[in-house]
T-cell receptor, first 111, second 114 residues
Framework: SQQGEEDPQALSIQEGENATMNCSYK?????LQWYRQNSGRGLVHLIL?????REKHSGRLRVTLDTSKKSSSLLITASRAADTASYFC???????????FGAGTRLFVKA | DTAVSQTPKYLVTQMGNDKSIKCEQN?????MYWYKQDSKKFLKIMFS???????INETVPNRFSPKSPDKAHLNLHINSLELGDSAVYFC?????????????FGPGTRLLVL
């Protein structure tokens, strides 16, 4: 299966702390994306990193990609209660029509 | 304006019935998708359409038949519903091929088969 795996499955932290989520995948990719899903809602795109990039920032988000280890991490700095959600990594492949989603990390930020 | 919309939002039906879910996007994208999210939040692609043509069919049972009347619409018809079809179904769209692989998701249709 090409399905990615995310680690941890669930994460509970205090407001203000940093949250790190990891994603591993099995085959070569064109890009890797991170999405957020609030309870009962659709997924919202956060950030995309291409296979030739190693790090990307967007506001309080930092994404790294290590293609040699087939892994990526998402760091959310100075977390807020509003960051409570499920976070999914998604791998994109050449051709672009198929995106494989990981199982997600459920983040709970306590106020 | 809602970028990707789905109807209905909730669908409760009996086993054996036939039902349809509709999806529309106003983003001008060429590619649309259907995903199934199960109770464990696992999100799996079902179909991908590009310019009204089927590109990906991920070994979905024949009971599921997508239809794309135009680039802005991708509907999903399900025949002979089974208990295992209960899930949340998400429609999404993107513009593949111009480095814009970001997918925009609809709010989901929660299907419960009794």
């Amino acid at each position: 299966s090409q399905q990615g795996e995310e680690d941890p499955q669930a994460l509970s932290i205090q407001e203000g702390e940093n949250a790190t989520m990891n994603c591993s995948y099995k085959t070569s990719i064109n890009n890797l994306q991170w999405y957020r899903q609030n309870s009962g809602r659709g997924l919202v795109h956060l950030i995309l990193i291409r296979s030739n990039e190693r790090e990307k920032h967007s506001g309080r988000l930092r994404v790294t990609l290590d293609t040699s280890k087939k892994s990526s991490s998402l760091l959310i700095t100075a977390s807020r209660a509003a960051d409570t959600a499920s976070y999914f990594c998604a791998t994109g492949y050449t051709g672009g029509f198929k995106t494989i989603f990981g199982a997600g990390t459920r983040l709970f930020v306590k106020a | 304006d809602t970028a990707v919309s789905q109807t209905p939002k909730y669908l409760v039906t009996q086993m054996g019935n036939d039902k349809s879910i509709k999806c529309e996007q106003n983003l001008g994208h060429d590619t649309m998708y259907w995903y199934k999210q199960d109770s464990k939040k696992f999100l799996k692609i079902m179909f991908s359409y590009n310019n009204k043509e089927l590109i990906i069919n991920e070994t979905v049972p024949n009971r599921f038949s997508p239809k794309s009347p135009d680039k802005a619409h991708l509907n999903l018809h399900i025949n002979s519903l089974e208990l295992g079809d209960s899930a949340v179904y998400f429609c999404a769209s993107s513009q593949v091929g111009r480095g814009l692989e970001t997918q925009y998701f609809g709010p989901g249709t929660r299907l419960l088969v009794l």
